[in-house]
């Protein structure tokens, strides 16, 4: 019993490693100042999703899912810390919480069921852009950017915490 404790104890540890980094990557500047995404909560939020996305999608086809899980945990977390960053109290925090699950399990969904680099595309103009079509060209590069990063992204080394998502996005993707 103490051994799968620790075992548990020790994936927990694993997921908060990946919830960091792959929040640290989503708050990078570039994707707000050299793509035009909304620096705001929503923005940033979306940003984190995708990133979320692509480790989650090499997680998924592992076997033990115990960890896929913990990291979701992890990202709810910060989402929560960020939203008491900004003055949320207990009140309605439940209430936040799950329309936040609904986006973030939405986003999930619709990157997951996008098959080419145009679907992802509309993906991201929808959700980081509003439909706003003037940002085609950044939604595409964004795209480019998510099939390198997810090809760069290894199941041992997830396993180990360690998420290398490549060089940062540049609009010439």
Same mark, same amino acid.
């Given at each position: 019993m103490l051994k799968a404790l620790r075992r548990a104890?020790?994936?927990?540890?694993?997921a908060s490693d990946?919830?960091?980094?792959?929040v640290r990557r989503g708050l990078s500047?570039?994707?707000y100042r050299d793509f035009g995404v909304p620096d705001t909560f929503n923005g940033r939020f979306d940003v984190v999703s995708l990133h979320a996305f692509l480790v989650l999608s090499v997680l998924d086809g592992e076997p033990d899912r115990a960890l896929s899980q913990d990291l979701v945990n992890a990202l709810f977390q910060s989402f929560e810390d960020a939203l008491r960053d900004q003055g949320a109290g207990d009140m309605g925090m439940t209430r936040r919480i799950q329309k936040i699950a609904g *986006?973030?399990? %939405?986003?999930?969904?619709?990157?997951?069921?996008a098959t080419t680099r145009e679907e992802v595309a509309a993906v991201l103009l929808r959700n980081l852009y509003g439909e706003n079509r003037r940002f085609q060209t950044q939604a595409l590069a964004l795209a480019a950017y998510m099939e390198r *990063?997810?090809? %760069?992204l290894e199941p041992a080394a997830l396993a180990?915490?360690?998420v290398t998502f490549g060089p940062l996005p540049d609009e010439e993707d």
């Open positions: 104890a020790a994936r927990r540890r694993t990946l919830a960091i980094t792959i500047p570039t994707f *986006a973030f399990y %939405g986003r999930l969904e619709a990157y997951r069921a *990063a997810r090809l %760069g180990e915490g360690v």
